[in-house]
C-alpha cells in the first residue's frame, strides 16, 4: 500500500508499505479521504516530540475492506461507509471509566505518538489502515468522503460546545474564523444560541454570517472586550470558545465572559506561555474558565450523525483536494493563514464531492 511516510520533520516520501491483515477484532479500512489537521503541520514543523518514521493523519474516512474472524458481520461488513473514533483509549482508567475516555491515560503512552520498534502517527495518511471494530461508526447516508473526513474536527468542537451547556437565545463568542471557528458557529446556531465572531479577516467574516452568526468584527480594529459588551448590553458572552493560538487572546476571552459565564479554551495555546487571569473576576462573577481537548465517544457519534443527517454541512470548509504524490501542495496550502479544511484523496474521485 502506498503511505505519505514521515522519516524525519519535513521529509515526507511517498512509500510502499505492506498492506496490514486484520486480527480477529479488527477492520481493514480503505481509506478514501483524509483531513490535514494543524497538528499534522506542527508536526511536518517540527513542533511536536514524537518518534520516527511516523505516519501522520487522524481525519480519515473510508470503506470497509475486510473484517476479522470475530467481527459481527451483521453490524460491520466490507462495502460500509466509516470512520474511526482516533482515541486509543484502554477503557479501565479513571478517565475511560468516567466518561473522559478523550483523556485516556494511555493514548498519551501509545504507539501513536512513540513506537520503539516501528511506526507510529495515526496513520491516516494511507492506503488503508486497521481499526478495533468496536471504534467504527458507518455513515448511512452521505456519500462524500470529503465531507466524512470532517467528523474529526466537527465532533472536536462539539465536545467544546458541551462544555458550556448553552441555552436558547444566550449570547456566544467564537474567537476566530478559521476551519475549527466556523464549525463552532455552524453548531452554535442550531443550538438556538445567537452567535458573535471575532476575527480579523474580512472573508471569513462574511463566512460566519452567511452561516448565521449574529454579528462579526474585527478585534484588530477596536477594542473586541468592549465590543463584545456593547453587542451584549453591556453584560458580556454567556459563553466564550477560543479557537486561536496567541496567548494575548486566551486572556482576552476571559474577559468576554458575562458574569457566570464559561470561557472554552479550544485551541492549544502556542507559543506555550502562562495567560494572566483576574481571579477575584472569576470569584467575584463565578466565571468558569476550561479547556476542551479531542471528542469523546458520544461527541464522536454525535458528529456522524450531524453530518450524515445534513443537519450540518462542512463542505464550505472544504478548501482544496490533493493527491498523495502532491503531498508538498497539500501541506504547503495547509500553512497558508487564509486556507481551511486541506484534503488528501487517496481514493477515487467521490472524495473531491
Same mark, same amino acid.
Given at each position: 500500500?502506498?503511505?505519505?511516510?514521515?522519516?524525519?520533520?519535513?521529509?515526507?516520501?511517498?512509500? @510502499?508499505?505492506?498492506?496490514?491483515?486484520?486480527?480477529?477484532?479488527?477492520?481493514?479500512?480503505?481509506?478514501?479521504?483524509?483531513?490535514?489537521?494543524?497538528?499534522?503541520?506542527?508536526?511536518?514543523?517540527? @513542533? +511536536?516530540?514524537?518518534?520516527?518514521? *511516523?505516519?501522520? =493523519?487522524?481525519?480519515?474516512?473510508?470503506? $470497509?475492506?475486510?473484517? &476479522?474472524?470475530?467481527?459481527?458481520?451483521?453490524?460491520?461488513?466490507? !462495502?460500509?461507509?466509516?470512520?474511526?473514533?482516533?482515541?486509543?483509549? +484502554?477503557?479501565?482508567?479513571?478517565? +475511560?471509566?468516567?466518561?473522559?475516555?478523550?483523556?485516556?491515560?494511555?493514548?498519551?503512552?501509545?504507539?501513536?505518538?512513540?513506537?520503539?520498534? &516501528?511506526?507510529?502517527?495515526?496513520?491516516?495518511?494511507?492506503?488503508?489502515?486497521? #481499526?478495533?471494530?468496536?471504534?467504527?461508526?458507518?455513515?448511512?447516508?452521505? *456519500?462524500?468522503?470529503?465531507?466524512?473526513?470532517?467528523?474529526?474536527?466537527?465532533?472536536?468542537?462539539?465536545?467544546? /460546545?458541551?462544555?458550556?451547556?448553552?441555552?436558547?437565545?444566550?449570547?456566544?463568542?467564537?474567537?476566530?474564523?478559521?476551519?475549527?471557528?466556523?464549525?463552532?458557529?455552524?453548531?452554535?446556531?442550531?443550538?438556538? #444560541?445567537?452567535? /458573535?465572531?471575532?476575527?480579523?479577516?474580512?472573508?471569513? *467574516?462574511?463566512?460566519? *454570517?452567511?452561516?448565521?452568526?449574529?454579528?462579526?468584527?474585527?478585534?484588530?480594529?477596536?477594542?473586541?472586550?468592549?465590543?463584545?459588551?456593547?453587542?451584549?448590553? &453591556?453584560?458580556? #458572552?454567556?459563553?466564550?470558545?477560543?479557537?486561536?493560538?496567541?496567548?494575548?487572546?486566551?486572556?482576552?476571552?476571559?474577559?468576554?465572559?458575562?458574569?457566570?459565564?464559561?470561557?472554552?479554551?479550544?485551541?492549544? $495555546?502556542?507559543?506555550?506561555?502562562?495567560?494572566?487571569?483576574?481571579?477575584?473576576?472569576?470569584?467575584?462573577?463565578? /466565571?468558569?474558565?476550561? =479547556?476542551?481537548?479531542?471528542?469523546?465517544?458520544?461527541?464522536?457519534?454525535? #458528529?456522524?450523525?450531524?453530518?450524515?443527517? !445534513?443537519?450540518?454541512?462542512?463542505?464550505?470548509?472544504?478548501?482544496?483536494?490533493?493527491?498523495?504524490?502532491?503531498?508538498?501542495?497539500?501541506?504547503?496550502?495547509?500553512?497558508?493563514?487564509?486556507?481551511?479544511?486541506? $484534503?488528501?484523496?487517496? &481514493?477515487?474521485?467521490?472524495?473531491?464531492?
Amino acid at each position: 500500500m502506498k503511505t505519505l511516510l514521515m522519516y524525519e520533520p519535513g521529509h515526507v516520501e511517498l512509500t @510502499d508499505l505492506p498492506t496490514p491483515e486484520p486480527a480477529a477484532s479488527e477492520v481493514l479500512i480503505k481509506i478514501v479521504a483524509s483531513g490535514i489537521c494543524t497538528n499534522d503541520v506542527r508536526d511536518y514543523l517540527g @513542533d +511536536c516530540n514524537y518518534s520516527y518514521p *511516523r505516519i501522520g =493523519g487522524h481525519e480519515f474516512a473510508g470503506v $470497509i475492506e475486510r473484517i &476479522g474472524s470475530a467481527v459481527d458481520p451483521k453490524r460491520f461488513r466490507p !462495502g460500509q461507509s466509516v470512520v474511526k473514533y482516533i482515541i486509543e483509549d +484502554c477503557k479501565v482508567c479513571h478517565y +475511560c471509566r468516567t466518561g473522559h475516555e478523550n483523556i485516556c491515560e494511555e493514548h498519551p503512552r501509545s504507539k501513536i505518538f512513540h513506537a520503539t520498534d &516501528g511506526i507510529s502517527g495515526y496513520c491516516g495518511f494511507a492506503e488503508y489502515v486497521l #481499526a478495533q471494530a468496536d471504534d467504527i461508526m458507518v455513515f448511512e447516508h452521505e *456519500r462524500s468522503f470529503a465531507k466524512m473526513a470532517m467528523t474529526e474536527p466537527v465532533a472536536c468542537c462539539i465536545n467544546s /460546545i458541551e462544555q458550556t451547556n448553552v441555552k436558547f437565545g444566550q449570547d456566544v463568542v467564537v474567537i476566530g474564523g478559521g476551519t475549527m471557528g466556523l464549525l463552532h458557529v455552524m453548531l452554535l446556531v442550531r443550538r438556538g #444560541a445567537r452567535v /458573535i465572531v471575532s476575527e480579523p479577516q474580512p472573508a471569513r *467574516r462574511e463566512l460566519a *454570517r452567511k452561516f448565521g452568526a449574529a454579528a462579526a468584527f474585527d478585534p484588530t480594529a477596536c477594542d473586541a472586550v468592549a465590543r463584545v459588551r456593547e453587542l451584549t448590553d &453591556g453584560r458580556g #458572552a454567556d459563553a466564550v470558545y477560543n479557537t486561536a493560538a496567541h496567548p494575548a487572546v486566551a486572556a482576552q476571552a476571559v474577559k468576554m465572559c458575562a458574569p457566570c459565564g464559561t470561557c472554552v479554551m479550544f485551541s492549544s $495555546i502556542h507559543p506555550r506561555e502562562d495567560v494572566p487571569i483576574d481571579a477575584s473576576a472569576l470569584h467575584s462573577f463565578q /466565571i468558569t474558565v476550561t =479547556g476542551a481537548v479531542s471528542p469523546t465517544i458520544s461527541a464522536y457519534y454525535e #458528529a456522524v450523525q450531524v453530518i450524515d443527517k !445534513g443537519i450540518i454541512d462542512p463542505s464550505p470548509l472544504i478548501d482544496s483536494t490533493f493527491k498523495p504524490t502532491e503531498f508538498d501542495q497539500a501541506i504547503a496550502r495547509a500553512q497558508e493563514p487564509d486556507s481551511y479544511k486541506v $484534503i488528501l484523496a487517496f &481514493g477515487d474521485e467521490e472524495a473531491r464531492s
